[in-house]
């Protein structure tokens, strides 16, 4: 596509419950960043892809978090049994890679926790 | 790890005013770059300038590498530029995560 797209948009749901955030980046990028922006804060780095590297999973901040990059691709961020801290917007880039390349920022999930 | 500074932390400009916004890094960089976070939450790419000057409009940006800070300048400034910039660098051989600072908070008035 043209530009990274994210889905869902937003996502309300209830204390417990799983949830799967969705990231198809720009196509030919080979690096894959999610971060996390809570109300009125900066970005939290969660998980880096790097083509067929290990991930740098150091940001990830529980157990309860984890992501896999499918086909070096779409990347789904899976939070499992949410809770109320992890409301905020999560924010997924791409890029070509090697870290001295440009990168561009999809919309955002918003994830609500009630 | 490299740490980010930003300064100031929040400004107010009258609309027509400039300003300068600083970055400061603690090590030598690969990469680095200028956003612009609309009140939407939107993140906009400004600049890639890991070192060097360039100019889109009434934005420019500066990165003295070798003295490690960048400075991004609006000039006459108008209501839309208000929201958050936010500079982030990276380094390839730690990594290549992109490491943000904790933004300027810009809110220019009519």
């Not at chain 1, 799983?18 to 196509?27: K, Y």
């Not at chain 2, 976070?37 to 070192?51: D, K």
């Not at chain 2, 995560?97 to 220019?108: A, C, D, M, R, Y």
């Given at each position: 596509?043209?530009?990274?797209?994210?889905?869902?948009?937003?996502?309300?749901?209830?204390?417990g419950k799983d949830v799967e955030l969705r990231c198809d980046p720009i196509s030919g990028?080979?690096?894959?960043?999610?971060?996390?922006?809570?109300?009125?804060?900066?970005?939290?780095?969660?998980?880096?892809?790097?083509?067929?590297?290990?991930?740098?999973?150091?940001?990830?901040?529980?157990?309860?978090?984890?992501?896999?990059?499918?086909?070096?691709?779409?990347?789904?961020?899976?939070?499992?049994?949410?809770?109320?801290?992890?409301?905020?917007v999560y924010l997924c880039a791409s890029s070509f890679g090697q870290g001295n390349t440009?990168?561009?920022?999809?919309?955002?999930?918003?994830?609500?926790?009630? | 790890?490299?740490?980010?500074?930003?300064?100031?932390?929040?400004?107010?400009?009258?609309?027509?005013?400039?300003?300068?916004?600083?970055?400061?890094?603690?090590?030598?960089?690969?990469?680095?770059?200028?956003?612009?976070?609309?009140?939407?939450?939107?993140?906009?790419?400004?600049?890639?300038?890991?070192?060097?000057?360039?100019?889109?409009?009434?934005?420019?940006?500066?990165?003295?590498?070798?003295?490690?800070?960048?400075?991004?300048?609006?000039?006459?400034?108008?209501?839309?530029?208000?929201?958050?910039?936010?500079?982030?660098?990276?380094?390839?051989?730690?990594?290549?995560?992109?490491?943000?600072?904790?933004?300027?908070?810009?809110?220019?008035?009519?």
């Amino acid at each position: 596509g043209a530009g990274v797209s994210q889905s869902p948009s937003n996502k309300v749901t209830e204390k417990g419950k799983d949830v799967e955030l969705r990231c198809d980046p720009i196509s030919g990028h080979t690096a894959l960043y999610w971060y996390r922006q809570s109300l009125g804060q900066g970005l939290e780095f969660l998980i880096y892809f790097q083509g067929n590297s290990a991930p740098d999973k150091s940001g990830l901040p529980s157990d309860r978090f984890s992501a896999e990059r499918t086909g070096g691709s779409v990347s789904t961020l899976t939070i499992q049994r949410t809770q109320q801290e992890d409301s905020a917007v999560y924010l997924c880039a791409s890029s070509f890679g090697q870290g001295n390349t440009e990168a561009f920022f999809g919309q955002g999930t918003r994830l609500t926790v009630v | 790890g490299i740490q980010v500074e930003q300064s100031p932390p929040d400004l107010i400009l009258q609309e027509g005013a400039n300003s300068t916004l600083r970055c400061n890094f603690s090590d030598s960089v690969n990469n680095l770059q200028w956003f612009h976070q609309n009140p939407w939450g939107q993140l906009i790419n400004l600049f890639y300038i890991p070192s060097g000057t360039k100019q889109n409009g009434r934005l420019s940006a500066t990165t003295v590498a070798t003295e490690r800070y960048s400075l991004l300048y609006i000039s006459s400034s108008q209501t839309t530029d208000s929201g958050v910039y936010f500079c982030a660098v990276c380094r390839y051989n730690q990594g290549g995560k992109l490491i943000f600072g904790q933004g300027t908070e810009l809110s220019v008035k009519p």
